[in-house]
T-cell receptor
Framework: DTGVSQDPRHKITKRGQNVTFRCDPI?????LYWYRQTLGQGPEFLTY????????KSRLLSDRFSAERPKGSFSTLEIQRTEQGDSAMYLC?????????????FGPGTRLTVL | AQSVTQPDIHITVSEGASLELRCNYS??????LFWYVQSPGQGLQLLLK??????LVQGIKGFEAEFKRSQSSFNLRKPSVHWSDAAEYFC??????????????FGKGTLLTVNP
């Protein structure tokens, strides 16, 4: 069990650029989640996948954001035309998704800075 | 809508002292409750969780938490704090669908400082 991994760990970009983050969940975990955490706040739910199906999206996920999990394994989160307000830590988590006592395990996060 | 309140933004304790971090939740059904810890620049590590049964749950690193339905609380405790416990602590409630929780709502966190 290697845990949830995220790449890159840090990303600095200029306003208006597009960025893409990758998340690799724990193997055999069916569910994958994305959260966003801004300074001084707890993580906020963005979206989640059951296998390759995206089942819910938060209203925080504007149309500039898109997430995919094409083969039910890794996932990508893309932000188009980045804005300074997008600066945050983007956390990925995964879980088995098969039991009522489902528990989410988090990756180290990708810290995005938009200049 | 579900919500989590952590009333204490910052707590300072001396090493060896006892610790209690408060968490109150608002949720219409039986809650699934979690405590996570986050060290600087790191992701979240699960400390403990409550789904049902015994209202006193034990976690890693010597932490425990007690679910009190009448008070809508899930406070985290540790009898003797170590300097390595300095971190930010988040309480979360899991939103359920079909009996399985899938979306966590977090509190704003409590930053713990440990004095030598």
């Amino acid at each position: 069990d290697t845990g949830v991994s995220q790449d890159p760990r840090h990303k600095i970009t200029k306003r208006g650029q597009n960025v893409t983050f990758r998340c690799d969940p724990i193997s055999e975990h069916n569910r994958l989640y994305w959260y966003r955490q801004t300074l001084g706040q707890g993580p906020e739910f963005l979206t989640y996948f059951q296998n390759e199906a995206q089942l819910e999206k938060s209203r925080l996920l504007s149309d500039r954001f898109s997430a995919e999990r094409p083969k039910g394994s890794f996932s990508t989160l893309e932000i188009q035309r980045t804005e300074q307000g997008d600066s945050a830590m983007y956390l990925c988590a995964s879980s088995l998704g098969r039991v009522s006592t489902d528990t989410q395990y988090f990756g180290p996060g990708t810290r995005l800075t938009v200049l | 809508a579900q919500s989590v309140t952590q009333p204490d933004i910052h707590i300072t304790v001396s090493e060896g002292a006892s610790l209690e971090l408060r968490c109150n939740y608002s949720y219409g059904a039986t809650p699934y409750l979690f405590w996570y810890v986050q060290s600087p620049g790191q992701g979240l590590q699960l400390l403990l969780k409550y789904f049902s049964g015994d209202t006193l749950v034990q976690g890693i690193k010597g932490f425990e938490a007690e679910f009190k339905r009448s008070q809508s609380s899930f406070n985290l405790r540790k009898p003797s704090v170590h300097w390595s416990d300095a971190a930010e602590y988040f309480c979360a409630v899991g939103f359920t669908r079909g009996g399985s929780n899938y979306k966590l709502t977090f509190g704003k966190g409590t930053l713990l400082t440990v004095n030598p």
